[in-house]
């Protein structure tokens, strides 16, 4: 895949180093295909959805602090720089982006930062990572560090690695900040390299959170992440990437858990590499097809789906206009994105949701 090594274009970059107020922008993304791959190596394929998160960066040349203020909750918070402390709360990525962002750049006076999300958390549509690209955005325009987009994607992942605690991958971080509407994003993790794939205009996407939140500072992702490296270590090998679905047979001296962890894994790569060829080719019952042999892969060898996003799935796949649903993001919890007939998704996302809330007595959101 070509290398893209020129940074996007922004439409409110300001070049003005003595500007004092800067408002940068990040959008959410909903991975199609892909999932709990790109910590192992793997391929990933997601796209940019139309909810963002804005930050409005005020410096303050006089001061040594940091306050955030969020207009979706009405919280305030503040910090001096160089004393950030975790806390389990939202505030982590504020402080978390202010450490790593230390790390390598000298941040010199205090600022104040006003965060507009649309991006709802806790939906697997990487809330975080939009806050946090969006932050990286603003602090490198306002103090003109010269970052490019992949280094801060790479910021990104260290903030949640290294100050959150959340063993991600790099997916999240480079989506949000190189991902579009209309396309997707195939993304290499192993070497980054990357190509934008246009989606047919023959088919509506569909994104329903399922009212049920998911964290990805909890036991069930960082567990999933150490089976991985452990089946690593027994097989010999670096990175699940390292084997093809021709490997499968190998999986056998694994234990039944690891082995069905890293079946997933295995298997999910070249779902990604098939997709985007039915993407390419319009092959809209060939994407459904894998989008239900993905989901069906996390529920049964990855464990990261629950009943009601089974349901969730369910239902849309029994409608006669869409082509395959799947959990999508980190799971334990979050949404589903499906892929319907032109013109249906409205009406599909609505009969979907509807008796969800009947059976479940959640409180659905289509986002998409």
Known sequence: MKVHTNQNTHENTRKNTHQRTVTMRASGRVNLIGEHTDYNGGFVLPTAISQETVVEL?????????????????????????????????SDYI???????????????????????HVPMGSGLSSSA??????????????????????IARLCQ????????????????????????????FLDTRDLSYRVVDLPKELDLIVISSGISH?????????????????????????LRDLSVSDLPKLDRLS??????????ITENERVVQAVKAIEERDLP???????????????????????IDLLVELTNSEPDVYGARLTGGGFGGSIVAIAKKGKGSTVSLRVTERYQKETGEQPRILT
């Open 95 to 117: 402080q978390g982006v202010v450490r790593i962002l230390s790390s390598v750049r000298t941040i010199p006076c205090g600022f104040d930062i006003k965060i507009d999300s």
């Open 158 to 185: 260290r903030v949640e690695n290294e100050f959150v605690g959340a063993r991600v991958g790099i997916m999240d971080p480079m989506a949000c900040s190189l991902a579009r509407p209309g396309s997707a994003l």
């Open 130 to 151: 939009a806050l946090e690209v969006a932050l990286f955005r603003a602090l490198n325009e306002a103090f003109d560090f010269g970052l490019q987009d992949v280094e």
């Open 215 to 239: 964290r990805n500072v909890g036991g069930g992702y960082n567990e999933r992440r150490a089976q991985c490296e452990t089946a690593c270590r027994e097989l010999g090998i670096n990175e």
């Open 256 to 265: 039944d858990v690891l082995k069905r962890r890293a079946r997933h894994v």
């Open 58 to 90: 005020k410096l303050n040349p006089d001061s040594k602090l940091v306050r955030a203020e969020s207009s979706n909750t009405g919280k305030r918070f503040e910090c001096a720089l160089g004393s950030e402390k975790l806390t389990h709360s939202w």
């Open 286 to 308: 060939r994407l459904g097809h894998l989008f239900k042999e993905s989901h069906l892969s996390m529920k049964l060898d990855y464990e990261t789906s629950i009943p009601e």
